[in-house]
C-alpha cells in the first residue's frame, strides 16, 4: 500500500503528534508499505529526518510562508498534491486544524483517496483561541470530520468527545499511542540526574512543557504543604518552558519553597530516563489532556510509582498501575503523595502490572498492527 503522512511540523520537541508520525511510518515501512511523509519547514528537523530516510521513509518539507498561531501556510504543498495525490491508496492525517489537512482534504475528494484522521487530542474547542477554532471548523473542519473514512482516537475520552460532536460511531477507532520501550531496557546507573543536578533527598518529578494546562501550579500548592511534613523532599520540574514558567516562579516565591523546588530546563532523551529512574514519585496532574499521558508510562517502565489526575490516567487506571486523583482536589493529592513517599516498597506490585499492560499493549509493532487493520478495512470498503 502506498500511504501517505501529512503533518504540519516534523520535529520531536513538538511532542505527541510527530512521534505518532515518525514511529508508525517506521513500523509500515517494515510491514511492507511504501511511506511518505509531507510537512512544512517549520521548524524542521534534519537529523530526525534523516533517521527516517534511513529506513526507507520518504519526507518531504514545504516552505512555510506564514505562521499564524501554528496554522503553518505553505502554497507549495498545493501544487505538489494536484500532481501527486491521485499515486497514493491512503492518507493519514495528523493533527486537526491545519493549513495542510485543508489542501490535502480538497485533493482527496477530487481523486476519490480515502483518509483518516488522527487528531491527537486537538478535537476539542474548549481549551484554548476557541473562537478561531470555531470559525476553521465552520471554514474546513466540519466537512474534514464529514469525509474521513476513521477517526483514530488515541483514547476512550477523545472517541467520547468525537461522539459529543457527531462522529458516527463506526467510524471511530481507538488506538492508543505506541512506546519505544526498547529505551528502557538498558537502565542508566541510580544517581546520574541527582549527581548533575545536585539533588539529595527524596524527589518528586514533573517532567514534560512548562505549560498552563499540565496543572503544575496545582503540584507546586500541594507540595508547599507536603513540605512542612517531610522536610527532606525536592520537587524537579524538567522540561521546555511554553511561557508559563515566571507564573509558576512567583508562585513558588510566594509559598516561600524557592529552596524546594528545581528547573533543569529541556533534557535529553538518555537525562530523561535517568530522571524517571532517580525519582522517588513521578506526578502528572494535567487539567485537560484526552485520556491518556505517556510520561507516567514511560516512568513505570523505570520502577517510578506515579501520581496522574484524571484527565489522563486511562491507561493507568486500566492497568491499575498508579494512582489516580480529581484535579484540583489539594487533601487528596497530597495524601497520595505523602503515602506513596513514606511506602515505597507497597508500590512495586503496582508497576509490575504497569509493565506487563505497556509490553503486551503498547509497543509500536502491536500499535502499528491495529492502524494497519483500520486501513485494510478502509481499502476494502473503497
Not at 22 to 35: A, M
Not at 90 to 104: A, K, P
Not at 137 to 152: F, H, P, Q, T, Y
Not at 245 to 260: F, P, Q, S, V
Request: glycine letters at 8%.
Amino acid at each position: 500500500m502506498k500511504i501517505l503522512h501529512v503533518i504540519p511540523y516534523f520535529t520531536p520537541k513538538r511532542g505527541g503528534d510527530v512521534n505518532v508520525c515518525y514511529n508508525l511510518s517506521k513500523q509500515f515501512v517494515e510491514l511492507g508499505h511504501d511511506v511518505t511523509i509531507i510537512t512544512t519547514d517549520f521548524e524542521f528537523d534534519h537529523g530526525y529526518a534523516r533517521s527516517i530516510e534511513k529506513v526507507g521513509v520518504e519526507i518531504i518539507p514545504f516552505k512555510s510562508s506564514m505562521n499564524i498561531a501554528l496554522f503553518l501556510y505553505s502554497p507549495g504543498m498545493k501544487k505538489w498534491a494536484k500532481e501527486n495525490l491521485k499515486n497514493f491508496d491512503l492518507i493519514h492525517l495528523h493533527q486537526f486544524r491545519s493549513y495542510q489537512n485543508n489542501v490535502i482534504h480538497n485533493y482527496a475528494i477530487e481523486y476519490g483517496i480515502p483518509y483518516v484522521l488522527q487528531p491527537d487530542n486537538s478535537l476539542p474547542r474548549a481549551t484554548q483561541r476557541q473562537k478561531t477554532k470555531r470559525l476553521y471548523d465552520w471554514i474546513w473542519g466540519n466537512r474534514i470530520l464529514e469525509n474521513a473514512s476513521k477517526l483514530l482516537a488515541i483514547s476512550k475520552e477523545e472517541a467520547e468527545y468525537a461522539r459529543q460532536i457527531g462522529i458516527d460511531d463506526e467510524k471511530i477507532d481507538i488506538v492508543y499511542t505506541g512506546m519505544n520501550i526498547e529505551y528502557f531496557k538498558n537502565l542508566p546507573e541510580y544517581g546520574e540526574f541527582r549527581r548533575k543536578h545536585g539533588i539529595n533527598g527524596k524527589m518528586i518529578l514533573y517532567l514534560g512543557r512548562i505549560h498552563k494546562l499540565k496543572g503544575i501550579g496545582f503540584a507546586i500548592k500541594v507540595f508547599s504543604k507536603l513540605v512542612e511534613e517531610i522536610d527532606d523532599i525536592i520537587f524537579v520540574i524538567a522540561g521546555p518552558d511554553e511561557g508559563y514558567r515566571t507564573e509558576l516562579e512567583r508562585l513558588i516565591a510566594k509559598m516561600n519553597i524557592g529552596h524546594k523546588v528545581k528547573f533543569t530546563g529541556p533534557v535529553s532523551e538518555d537525562e530523561k530516563i535517568s530522571a524517571y529512574l532517580d525519582a522517588d514519585l513521578f506526578i502528572h496532574t494535567v487539567i485537560y489532556m484526552g485520556g491518556v499521558g505517556i510520561t507516567p508510562l514511560e516512568a513505570i517502565l523505570c520502577d517510578t510509582p506515579v501520581i496522574v489526575t484524571e484527565q489522563c490516567g486511562e491507561v493507568i487506571k486500566e492497568s491499575n498501575s498508579g494512582y489516580i486523583v480529581k484535579y484540583g482536589d489539594i487533601k487528596v493529592l497530597g495524601e497520595k503523595m505523602k503515602y506513596v513517599l513514606e511506602n515505597p516498597q507497597e508500590q512495586k506490585e503496582m508497576l509490575e502490572r504497569g509493565k506487563r499492560y505497556i509490553k503486551e499493549n503498547l509497543t509500536w509493532d502491536k500499535v502499528s498492527v491495529k492502524i494497519e487493520r483500520t486501513y485494510n478495512e478502509i481499502k476494502l470498503k473503497k
